[in-house]
């Protein structure tokens, strides 16, 4: 885990002045993952009216999420907190009745101090329903670090791991109460004997059950994910046991683990792409005194299967405006399949958690003989958009409010929130990420005749010459 | 607190964005934390803006909570006035920073003094007042400061007749459109435009608002305060009667009149306009809509019932036109607009059975859950409830969904609004043959699907774990993966799917 980030990394700061989503928006993909929750946001009408317009997601029949919206006279602390909210709870109980229940705080009871942590034991032990409190605001956190915060408070909710390691005492009894072996047990034979696995980072479960099959080809048992599809089934944690991120924006989390739960933490790069996701395995492999069997013939077919997509980005140029803080990871994948990047902003960058992921960028660079490119945190956009006036990149990978913009001055753009929401982890996704990366180039050279100034084609030819995959 | 799980009308900031960003070359700041900017998502995606929103958030961190806003604040006033050299930049904070209690004013004022450019605070109450209100309030607020600024007093009134439009808005339900008709009716009556604000016009131009005759206000929701403002400080007129459907449009036309009549200077013009004659020709060969009306083919509208929801302008309008115009009858109407619940029922007391003032969509659905009427003509709120219950629903009235954000023309005001109206409601029934087939058949598709694949093979069995697998794919794609992994197993010659052979073959096939 040694990874020491080479000087030739720079990263620079800027003025923060930059377009991005709120940390709340992650309740859009968290009620829909752990599916007997319910999010409660704890915010004003801006807040309200962002989920519902920015994500169109309130419209959708009857959410397992609200927002409890705060009036004047919350505001101006008039009205007791803790009654209207348990008012709000009682209710959302009787409609619902959900396993857990999350608040989600933002700016607005930052800012007035409401004491959710203070209110939610009490309400919880009051109504019979788990209460979870995160503070999902826009004054610390950026857009996907909402869901850092979040699991980071349910990583506390998790089980203490119940049994030293090594020897399990579930399976001993239970081979005395049955005489003939259990399915499950045969499965378990599978396994190298190992010390307990978590990973963390919410996952559609398709691509859980992708990443723990690709594990299980090296002899590893995923004993848990963070979050898991219920909340029941939150994996256990304690001392002894190892845990690993898929996503590069959950570094408290990853601190909460350590610190509070004395888990050990595996440094890896992000399995996104087929060198990162290679990368990953490889990592968690040694930690369990296992080699890592067949990984570089696989990442070789998978880079073979995506030939025709490399055809088309190689020697393209792309910069990120910065988002998501899937930027290292994304970046670092698109350079080895041949891109060259001018800029990776990033929101915010925790060099320790991202260690391995700057490590490998740095590699990946040296291998394909570029140089190292330039890292912003805390971007300003219209700094960006002035160098972006210089470099003119084919490719601009960026917030959804300059995507029309920067189109019109003939920048191919693509919404850095289809990452987040794409399916882009493990080997077999990395096919999706291209397919997001060049659709615009793809479309662009479909269009290539209508140049800014004619804007319409005169003739009807199809360019044939176009490799269009799919 | 209240439970909220969707809102009619958005907070106060997006009305005061909306104003300042309707302008030419004024700029917006908000006093914001991080993400709470996600207006220029909406302006840029909704209005396909080809030019950056002109709105930046000066970003409220814990750093600037810890030790006081007002040297950020300044310093993006001042740097966007280096950078962009606007006219003038609105100040304004978010729910959530107006509670910082910060004096924002203060701020203005300092900046202003170094600045090039005018800087004013939007004076909103973002407790009090939402999206709407808060537009109309900016406004007028912008309207005043220039006129109060300019001190001429050497404000004479145009020979010629003249109007200013004020109202029309970015982001404001087909406002564009409704705009470019209502120039064209302008030019028919001969009426020269001085003004149309906020859209397009520059901040210089308020200054010239008091040489216009008098002023039309589209729409009551944004506008009506800076008429009444105008009315008062210069006597100016103002015609606020929706231009909307053939009955109104004649009122507004004859309130033209009127108001243009008002003023003692002469007019001074080369034609004169009989708008009597003009009203006649237009209602009656122009407009298609009340021919249409009368024809064979909406006597299908005799005995349906309907229900319309939106904002105060749209949801009565279109009621009146239903009622009067159409022949429909309208169960239920209402509006989202509470502050200007008074107007609505005065407006459209004749005109339906039941009225509901609310901004509770649960309210809204229950109801026409209840009457189960023919049609719907809402908001895209109550084009979701109509999915639901499978009545059809067009769309009246913000907000609405980038459907409604047409490239192509389709004003709801004007001559041509009255027809665009009238397709509208036509075809937001089944209506016709199409009615009586559904009724003799017994609705659309009633036959099952009986299998989707062509092929006679045997297809590879699907163990448990897979099948759960491929439970969890979204499923509008479930048909396909299924489809390509037995595809896959049969090619490699497997009889059952695992879950193994499933991401074997997305890593083949995809």
């Known amino acids: 885990m040694s990874t020491k980030i080479d000087e030739t990394i720079t990263f620079e700061c800027e003025t923060g002045n930059y377009h991005t989503f709120c940390p709340i928006s992650c309740v859009s993909w968290l009620y829909q993952k752990i599916e007997d929750s319910f999010f409660l946001v704890v915010g004003t009408k801006t807040c309200g009216y962002f989920l519902q317009n920015a994500l169109g997601v309130m419209i959708f029949a009857e959410p397992r999420y609200a927002m409890a919206e705060l009036e004047e006279g919350d505001i101006s602390a008039h009205l007791n907190d803790y009654e209207e909210l348990k008012t709000l709870c009682i209710r959302i109980r009787k409609d619902r009745d959900p396993s857990v229940i999350i608040w989600i705080g933002t700016c607005t009871t930052e800012i007035i101090k409401m004491d959710l942590e203070g209110m ?131 570094s408290r989390t990853a601190t909460t683990l350590i610190r509070r739960k004395k888990c050990e933490l595996i440094v890896a790069p992000f399995p996104i792409g087929p060198d990162g996701t290679r990368a990953w395995i490889e990592r968690i492999c040694p930690v369990f005194g296992i080699e890592a069997q067949s990984l570089e013939e696989r990442e070789e077919r998978i880079w073979e299967s995506l030939k025709d997509y490399l055809d088309l980005v190689r020697g393209k140029s792309v910069f990120f405006m910065g988002d998501n803080l899937l930027e290292i990871s994304l970046a670092r994948f698109l350079i080895r399949c041949g891109m060259i990047v001018y800029e990776i902003g990033i929101p915010y960058m925790d060099k320790r958690y991202q260690a391995a992921e700057l490590a490998l960028l740095k590699d990946t660079c040296i291998r394909m003989c570029i140089p190292i490119p330039r890292i912003v945190e ?25 995507a029309n913009p920067l189109g019109a001055r003939g920048i191919g753009t693509k919404w850095s929130v289809e990452f987040t929401f794409a399916q882009i982890h493990g080997f077999a996704n990395a096919r999706d990420v291209l397919e997001l990366v060049t659709r615009p180039l793809r479309r662009n050279e479909n269009l290539d005749n209508l140049d800014r100034t004619t804007l319409v084609r005169n003739n009807n030819e199809f360019y044939t010459s176009t490799p269009t995959p799919r | 607190m209240k439970l909220a799980h969707w809102m009619y009308a958005g907070p106060a900031h997006i009305g005061t964005l909306r104003v300042a960003s309707s302008f030419k070359n004024v700029h917006a700041i908000m006093h914001a934390p991080l993400g709470d900017d996600y207006f220029n998502v909406m302006r840029s995606m909704l209005e396909r803006e080809r030019n950056f929103t002109p709105a930046t958030a000066s970003i409220v961190d814990r750093h600037v909570l810890a030790r006081g806003s007002r040297k950020r604040v300044v310093d993006n006033i001042l740097r966007k006035d280096k950078e962009e050299s606007p006219d003038l930049i609105i100040l304004t904070p978010t729910c959530t920073s107006s509670i910082l209690q910060e004096d924002l004013k203060n701020f203005v004022d300092r900046a202003s003094i170094i600045s090039d450019c005018n800087v004013i605070f939007a004076d909103v109450d973002h407790y009090q007042v939402n999206e709407i209100q808060a537009a109309d309030r900016t406004l007028e607020q912008v309207v005043r400061y220039y006129l109060d600024k300019s001190h001429t007093l050497d404000q004479f009134v145009t020979d ?30 001969d009426i020269r435009i001085n003004q149309i604000i906020p859209e397009g016009g520059s901040v210089e131009d308020p200054k010239n608002l008091p040489k216009a005759r008098f002023n039309l206000i589209p729409y009551r929701e944004v506008g009506l305060m800076t008429a009444m403002y105008l009315n008062k400080e210069f006597g100016m007129p103002y015609v606020s009667t929706t231009p909307m459907g053939a009955v109104d449009m004649a009122e507004c036309i004859r309130q033209i009149k009127k108001s243009l009549d008002i003023l003692a200077a002469p007019i001074l013009s080369s034609k004169r306009v009989d708008y009597e004659s003009y009203i006649d020709g237009q209602t009656r060969f122009v407009s298609q809509a009340a021919w249409f009306s009368r024809s064979i ?42 502050h200007d619940a008074e107007w609505f029922k005065e407006q459209i007391k004749d005109f339906c059975d039941e009225m509901i003032i609310t901004d509770d969509h649960a309210e809204v659905g229950d109801i026409i859950a209840r009457v189960e009427p023919s049609a719907i003509f809402g908001t895209q709120m109550e084009r979701h409830i109509g999915k639901r219950l499978e009545i059809p629903c067009g769309v009246i009235s913000a907000p609405a969904h980038i459907q409604n954000f047409s490239l192509g023309y389709r004003p ?55 099948r759960q697998e491929l439970g969890k794919i979204p499923r509008f794609v479930r048909d396909e993966v299924k489809i390509n992994t037995e595809k896959f197993a049969r090619q490699k010659g497997l009889l059952n799917v695992t879950v193994e052979v499933m991401h074997a073959a997305k890593e083949a096939l995809s």
């Open chain 1, 378 to 402: 805390k971007p300003d956009n219209s700094n960006q958009i002035r160098r972006m006036r210089e470099l003119q990149p084919d490719l601009a990978i960026t917030g959804m409010a300059h």
């Open chain 2, 160 to 189: 010629a007749p003249s109007v200013n439009i004020i109202g029309i808005l970015t982001l404001g339900f087909h406002n564009r459109h409704d705009c470019r008709e209502l120039r064209r009716l302008l030019k028919d009556l």
């Open chain 2, 297 to 338: 083919d909406c006597q299908n509208f005799t005995g349906k019932e309907t229900v319309v929801f939106g904002d105060a302008t749209h949801a009565a309008s279109i009621t009146k036109i239903l009622a009067r115009e159409m022949g429909i009858r309208v169960s239920c109407t209402g509006t989202y607009c509470k």
């Open chain 2, 412 to 466: 709801f005001l004007g001559y041509e609004g009255t027809n665009q109206i009238a397709d509208l409601v036509y075809n937001s029934f089944a209506l016709g043959m199409e009615d009586h087939l559904l009724e003799i058949f017994c609705g659309h598709d009633t036959k099952e699907i009986m299998t989707k694949s062509l092929s006679t093979d045997i297809s590879p069995i699907w163990d448990p774990e897979s």
């Open chain 1, 120 to 250: 939610a034991p009490k309400l919880e032990y009051e109504i019979g329903v788990p209460i979870l409190v995160a503070r999902a605001n826009g004054l610390d956190y950026a857009f996907t670090q909402g869901e850092d915060t979040v699991l980071a408070v349910m990583a506390h909710r998790c089980p203490e791991q119940e049994f030293p390691i090594g020897e399990s005492k579930e399976t001993k009894t239970k081979t005395k109460l049955f005489p003939f072996p259990l399915l499950k047990e045969k499965k378990l034979v599978e396994y190298a004997n190992h010390p307990p696995l978590v990973i963390f980072g919410s996952l559609p479960s398709n691509l859980v059950s992708q990443l723990d099959t690709e594990l299980r080809r090296q002899f590893i048992k995923v004993s848990g994910w963070l979050p898991a599809q219920r909340y029941a089934d939150l994996p256990s944690l304690g001392d002894g046991v190892y845990v690993c991120g898929v996503n590069p924006f959950l």
